[in-house]
């Protein structure tokens, strides 16, 4: 950093990849907001201004930011703070509370949670504080003092706004609502959520007292603006202190996103989903592989990167198992087979396997019942399957009934790249009936 | 509290001699003259007709002053009442009318109350004992007598003008047989004579205050006038409120106040206890001087401008004593002192009759009543032996202030100037802040002072029992009190040291304590049976968190309120911000259209219920946003201005709603918390509300009670609903119950049988609102703003009406197509105005579903999904797959596709994101690929979504 005295400098080929890496990963893993949020234009606008009316005129408002996951929804609203705290007006007056629903998972902790944010309990002084009813009216009473004019907006974000709903009889809700509709201190209430249904969960009278804002988050994303997404993901900004590395990088960048290969794979993740979250994470997987020696991306390196994002774990733990575990599992595929899904019992596949022993093995041999027992209940842990939800503990180990927690396209898949998989027992997978 | 002294005295009625006639109509008989005895006690009261009494009140200090006209009882003899005339006094006459008087009152004055909202007839039982009220021409000065139970009555009031009492003559009341009644008919009791009270300052002489507890009291002054000063926000409101509160009646202002102090100060009672009746009465003084006139601080100055310079002699005199006092000695106060040097200056500050009335009533009650008393009550004997302690010092310092005749008792009114004015000056030095405004501290001090003091005055009935306990004890105070010392544990050191304090400064501590109380009192709630029961124990913790003198404290605001933005909020800017801000659901509009006849049922029903003292219960009912709620508070606000103008008698209404308490019983507390400002925990209150809404009590208001959202106050017994409604149907309670609720026949479902027949039939619906109310809504509130074109507005309203009729959703929508309007490009052909389009685009924004475009902006995976999971329930017939079998299709379809196949866990995943967005319905997720799929939207739905691509 102390090089920057030429605008040219050329830096160390390692000094450029750690602040390619600096830069990045913090644009990755969303630890720095974009200049400007792309593609929800609109929406940003919309939020912003009501905001602004709640800092700025005062006036109470609700609105509810409703996304699938990675669809931006914290990101915009973000933003927004952002571009509206640059308002100096705004700045001195709001006061924001932030609660998450997986965090306040009932209202008294919700009630403490703004409490402290509101820097009201010093207020309180060192007394603890009391119930949750005395809680509840001290801050109603708090909010029901302001006025429209002359308090400090509160703006109250509640992230999983869902969870929010099902607090007992919506209390924290219906009075964030109903202060919000009526002329107390200026409040607005944002919620975020992933749930399109949110507002049937709302009780009625909480419902009708919620203004009906909804912003939605869905993204429209064509191909091309993903290809065009993820290029300016990875392309270094304009002031990078070596603008000739720079420079290299983003051709590569370039180069990189017209490559074939490198299309399809994207193209796979685009079908699979448009989560933002998701294409960072395959791109942070290309860069972990950027290094002094490979100061660039390579496509190996984004299929590489793929394959890891795509890779089914169940499949993969297969790949642990013993030979006896693989055929107990084959057998449980072939009763699954027999008996249409219906759940079996160790007794049942032993069996089965005993079956297999006579009739085709020829590397395999018998094993105890322990020992099968044993097997058993190792893919028992692994939850490779998984007792009938019924059946109780009473019944006897070997009779509790079992269900296979596995595809069989997994099963077949993990047999094909299994190491040193005998021929006969691939065979009885494969084949039709035991 | 009240417990306390009720148990305390009991007193008996009986009628003496025959009755004089018989009603044969009313079956009454009218009798000559009333007995009353305390319990246990040979000594005795007459109550004559004609006599001028005092009656209890909801203020037990203060109790109301009335003139006995007639006497009469039932045939059994239970019931005793009678019949008075009632006078008013200066306290109970609201401020603002108080200016009509056009001079300063007299504090012992009252009034002949000539107005008709009150019920002259009392419960003989509620007779405390005879006073003297003395009859004097406009003209005559008030006479300087130091007898404080005298009442002196000049002119009349009948709720809105003084007047010339129309014949002085006959309302005078006969020169009472024996000399005025509570002092010279009861002679002051053998332990009180002087030769006792002389011993005791003379024994006090000796020890000088530690100028260690003489700092403290002063730097508790100090916070106590910070907190105070700092909260002056909070003061003025109370003033105004108390002002406001004055205005509805007279009794009610007193009540007003001491809920008030209660609320602010639930510690203070025990404090009070410590502190000696002599500090308090003063305090009372005070107190009725601030509140018959906020005009105090002149008085203070004016009176002694010798006291300051008698404080500045006396500072320094108790500084250099300290330094070897011994911390026994701290103890005595130096009332000597005191007393020696402002005897001389004799301001003849009126001494009011309330300070007199315990001592009074103390007399009368003989030597062996503290005894009795302290049999009576395990409570006063059980006590901790701290507070016998300092009970006795006090008491012989009472004991002899008893004697009104000495000039130390006269002069303490102003004995207790000095003690203020040198905390004043010390206040100054500590703090230059405050020696800026040297006023207003004090001001705001007095404040703080008047607030508790009405504290205070209850506080004396108790007080005047702990003297008489101790009175006994008095002699043997010296080697009781070190003894005791000894025994007290380190921590206990503190406390005593804090005593000492107090006995030395008594009033300046007190009063500093209080007030820092007061500050600090309404954020801890207390319970109230809490406080008075734990005696002296509970009020160390306060002291004990002291900050070392001199530092500042931080202020603490009784209540908590947002803090207040530095920019003013910006005013509306053109005619759509304008537009928006009187279509925002909180503004509240000038009156209610479409509800008239809503309003006028209610309006009526409330009506006749307050004007006939009765109660009742009305029901209503209606989907939300239709104005049940607007409606009732509408009706409240006529009622109470047909009330402020003397239309219909004063009433008090309260509101609670069951969605902002966390448990259906708090009901009680809050109902018990708007009606008196205590503070109890729910069963208490219940309890206290029983017995508020079953006895019967002089001069009650109606109490209009609005309960929203009713059937959140549902418990399994019903008892809350089953109270509410029982309550109004007692004879004396006057209440009129409002409970609104979303469903029709919510009486029907919920309640059980005895709940819903004592709800009774008044019901009422809103019903959802027309389209063409709602645009008569929308009309009213823009009021004449033209921003919307017609068919805009009929469009929005008929859109609202035919979906739910919620005037809140229209609201919404308007303001919504305001917003569209002013950020869609300006077009050429508009009129600037809200136009369809911009409405048709507010209603698409909030009532068309987004599921629809969810699925379009869908991956192709998850919409594959969505098709694989269509193509399964076909499969099945079923609306129900697992996700395995879905997935098998979903691999199919990704062949047809000609996609790469996925993977369990890619399918697994899209299946989930739909999951989150609940288009499809998951089983958790740890069941894996056995979890069921169902479609939260309709197949139709989907397949119309995904047709298009």
Redesign the interface.
């Known amino acids: 950093m102390s090089k920057r005295t030429a605008k040219d400098a050329h830096l160390p080929v390692g000094e450029c990849v750690t602040q390619v890496q600096d830069i990045l990963r913090q644009r990755l893993c969303h630890q720095r907001l974009p200049d400007k949020p792309e593609g929800v234009e609109s929406q940003h606008?919309?939020l912003l201004?009501l905001l602004k009316r709640t800092a700025?005129?005062?006036?109470?408002n609700s609105v509810l930011i409703?996304g699938?996951?990675g669809a931006g929804k914290t990101m915009l609203l973000k933003c927004v703070l952002r571009d509206l705290l640059e308002d100096k007006?705004a700045q001195?007056?709001l006061?924001q509370v932030h609660l998450n629903g997986l965090l306040q998972t009932d209202?008294r902790i919700a009630l403490k949670e703004i409490t402290r944010q509101?820097h009201?309990e010093?207020?309180?002084?060192?007394?603890v504080f009391?119930?949750?009813?005395?809680n509840?009216?001290?801050?109603?009473?708090?909010?029901k003092?302001?006025d429209?004019?002359?308090?400090?907006?509160?703006l109250f974000i509640l992230d999983e706004f869902d969870l929010f709903a099902h607090h007992k009889?919506q209390?924290l809700l219906?009075?964030l609502f109903?202060v919000?509709?009526?002329?107390?201190?200026?409040i607005a209430v944002v919620g975020i959520t992933?749930?399109?249904?949110v507002l049937e969960l709302l009780e009625?009278?909480v419902?009708?007292?919620f203004?009906?804002?909804?912003i939605?988050l869905?993204?429209?994303l064509t191909f091309t603006q993903y290809l065009e997404r993820v290029r300016t993901q990875l392309s270094l900004p304009d002031g990078f202190p070596d603008s000739r590395f720079a420079q290299d990088w983003n051709d590569g960048v370039k180069t990189l996103c017209g490559d074939k290969s490198v299309e399809e794979v994207l193209q796979?993740h685009?079908?699979?989903?448009?989560?933002v979250r998701s294409l960072h994470m395959l791109l942070m997987l290309c860069l972990s592989r950027v290094s002094v020696a490979k100061p660039a991306i390579k496509p190996a390196d984004l299929l590489e990167a793929s394959r890891l994002c795509?890779?089914?774990?169940?499949?993969n733990m297969l790949h642990g198992l013993s030979i006896l575990e693989l055929c107990l599992i084959i057998a449980m595929k072939h009763l699954n087979d027999v008996y249409e899904?219906e759940p079996f019992n160790h007794q049942m596949v032993h069996n089965e396997f005993k079956k297999f022993l006579q009739r085709k093995s020829n590397s395999m041999y018998n094993f105890e019942q322990p020992v099968i027992l044993k097997a058993f209940e190792h893919l028992q842990q692994l939850e490779l399957i998984r007792p009938v939800d019924g059946s109780s503990a009473k019944t006897q180990r070997e009779y509790q009934l079992m269900?296979l927690?596995?595809?069989h396209?997994?099963i077949m898949?993990a047999l094909q790249k299994y190491p040193q998989c005998p021929t006969d027992v691939k065979q009885w997978a494969m084949s039709a009936f035991g | 509290m009240k417990y306390f002294t009720r148990l305390r005295v009991r007193r008996v009625y009986k009628w003496r001699g025959e009755p004089l006639s018989f009603n044969r109509k009313l079956k009454t008989f009218e009798y000559g003259s009333l007995v009353i005895s305390v319990d246990g006690l040979p000594r005795t009261t007459v109550i004559n007709a004609g006599q001028h009494i005092l009656i209890e009140g909801e203020d037990e200090d203060n109790p109301y002053v009335a003139k006995v006209i007639r006497l009469f009882g039932d045939e059994s003899g239970k019931q005793k009442k009678a019949v008075v005339q009632w006078f008013v006094r200066v306290s109970e006459v609201p401020l603002s009318k108080l200016k009509l008087l056009g001079r300063e009152p007299h504090p012992q004055e009252i009034f002949l109350y000539q107005g008709r909202s009150c019920d002259d007839e009392v419960n003989a039982e509620s007779i405390l004992r005879p006073v003297q009220v003395k009859h004097l021409d406009r003209a005559a000065p008030f006479p300087d007598s130091g007898d404080k139970d005298t009442l002196f009555v000049k002119l009349s009031w009948d709720s809105k003008t003084f007047r010339e009492l129309e014949s002085a003559a006959p309302v005078a009341s006969p020169p009472p047989p024996t000399p005025p009644l509570p002092k010279p008919s009861l002679p002051p009791s053998p332990p009180r004579s002087p030769p006792t009270a002389a011993p005791a300052p003379a024994r006090r002489a000796l020890p000088t205050p530690d100028p260690a507890v003489m700092r403290r009291a002063a730097s508790g002054e100090v916070r106590g006038g910070r907190a105070t000063a700092s909260a002056g926000k909070v003061g003025v409101t109370e003033a105004e409120s108390l002002h406001l509160a004055s205005r509805l009646s007279a009794s009610k202002c007193s009540s007003a106040r001491r809920r008030k102090a209660i609320a602010r100060t639930p510690g203070v009672r025990k404090k009070l206890q410590l502190s000696s009746p002599e500090a308090t009465t003063r305090q009372d003084i005070l107190d009725e001087d601030r509140a018959s006139e906020m005009m105090l601080a002149q008085r203070l100055s004016s009176s002694p401008p010798l006291t300051l310079r008698l404080t500045h002699s006396l500072t320094p005199l108790r500084k250099a004593g300290a330094a070897t006092t011994p911390r026994a000695h701290r103890l005595t106060p130096l009332r000597k002192a005191h007393g020696a040097a402002v005897t001389a200056e004799d301001t003849a500050v009126p001494l009011e009759p309330d300070s007199r009335t315990p001592s009074a009533r103390d007399d009368s009650t003989s030597p062996q009543q503290g005894d009795e008393t302290e049999a009576e009550l395990p409570t006063a004997s059980g006590r901790t032996p701290r507070r016998r302690n300092a009970t006795p010092r006090r008491n012989s310092s009472s004991s002899r202030g008893q004697k009104a005749s000495t000039p130390s008792r006269q002069t303490e009114p102003n004995q207790r100037e000095p003690g203020l004015t040198v905390l004043i000056e010390e206040d100054n030095e500590n703090s230059p802040m405050l020696s800026a405004a040297a006023v207003t501290p004090r001001s705001s001090k007095r404040k703080s002072a008047q607030l508790v003091s009405s504290r205070i005055r209850k506080q004396l009935n108790l007080l005047e029992n702990l003297q008489v306990l101790n009175s006994d004890g008095d002699d043997d105070e010296d080697e009781f009190v070190p003894s005791k010392k000894e025994l007290q544990s380190s921590s206990d050191e503190e406390e005593e040291e804090e005593e000492g304090a107090l006995e030395s400064d008594e009033e300046e501590e007190v009063l500093s304590k209080k007030s820092r109380r007061a500050a600090a009192g309404s954020c801890t709630p207390r319970s109230k049976r809490k406080t008075t029961s734990t005696s002296a124990r509970t009020p160390r913790k306060t002291p004990n968190k002291k900050i070392p003198p001199g530092t500042p404290r931080t202020p603490r605001h009784a209540t908590p309120s947002i803090p207040s933005r530095s920019l003013p909020a910006r005013r509306p800017g053109n005619v759509l911000e304008e537009a928006r801000a009187r279509l925002h659901v909180s503004s509240v509009p000038e009156s209610l259209p479409c509800r008239e006849q809503e309003f006028q049922d209610v309006y009526s029903f409330v009506e006749s219920k307050i004007v006939d003292g009765t109660g009742g219960c009305m029901y209503i009912s209606g989907v939300p946003g239709t104005g049940k709620t607007a409606t009732v508070h509408e009706v409240m606000r006529c009622l109470q201005h047909a009330a402020d103008v003397d239309e219909i008698p004063p009433f008090h209404f309260i509101e609670i709603n069951g969605m902002k308490m966390t448990d259906p019983h708090q009901a009680y507390v809050q109902i018990l918390q708007n009606l008196t400002g205590q503070k109890a925990t729910a069963d208490h209150a219940a309890a206290l509300l029983e017995k508020r809404f079953s006895s019967a009590a002089p001069r009650k208001e109606t109490t209009v009670l609005l309960v929203d959202e009713l059937d959140l106050l549902w418990t399994r017994k019903q008892n809350v609903m089953y109270n509410l409604f029982d309550w109004p149907t007692r004879r004396h309670a006057r209440l009129v119950v409002l409970t609104i609720a979303n469903t029709m026949d919510l009486p029907e479902r919920i309640m059980i049988n005895r709940v819903a027949s004592r709800l009774g039939l008044t019901r009422m619906s809103f019903q959802p609102y027309s389209f063409k109310q709602l645009q008569q809504i929308i009309m009213s509130r823009l009021n004449k703003v033209k921003a919307f074109e017609e068919d805009a507005l009929q469009l929005v309203s008929r859109k609202v009406a035919a979906l739910s009729g919620d005037a809140r959703r229209c609201l919404d929508i308007c303001r919504r197509a305001t917003e569209i309007c002013e950020h869609s490009p300006a077009d050429p052909f508009s009129t600037g105005l809200v136009g369809m389009s911009h409405v048709m685009e507010a209603l698409n924004e909030m009532f068309s579903s987004a599921y629809i475009t969810a699925i379009r902006c869908a991956s192709l995976q998850e919409q594959l999904f969505l098709r694989a999971v269509i193509a399964e329930f076909r499969r099945l017939g079923l609306e129900e797959a697992t996700f395995q079998q879905v997935f098998v299709q979903h691999r199919a379809l990704c062949r047809v596709e000609g996609l790469q196949p996925v993977s369990v866990s890619e399918g697994l995943a899209a299946c989930q994101r739909l999951g989150a967005c609940r288009l499809l319905l998951l089983e958790p997720s740890r069941l894996g690929v056995l979890q069921r799929v169902r479609l939260n939207v309709s197949q139709d739905d989907v397949l119309f979504a995904l047709k298009d691509d």
């Not at chain 1, 700025?56 to 109470?60: L, N």
């Not at chain 1, 009391?130 to 005395?134: L, P, Q, V």
């Not at chain 1, 992933?194 to 249904?197: A, E, K, W």
């Open positions: 606008r919309h201004e700025i005129h005062g006036e109470s409703v699938p996951r007006e001195k007056s006061l209202d509101l009201l010093n207020v309180v002084g060192d007394k009391g119930s949750f009813a005395e509840l009216g001290f801050l109603l009473e708090a909010l003092k302001g429209r004019s002359s308090s400090r907006p509160v009889n209390t219906y009075n109903d919000s509709q009526s002329a107390q201190a200026p992933c749930r399109l249904d009625k009278r419902k009708s007292r203004s009906h804002r909804q939605h869905l993204s429209s796979r685009y079908n699979s989903s448009k989560d795509f890779a089914d774990a169940k499949a899904g269900r927690m596995l595809d396209s997994q898949e």
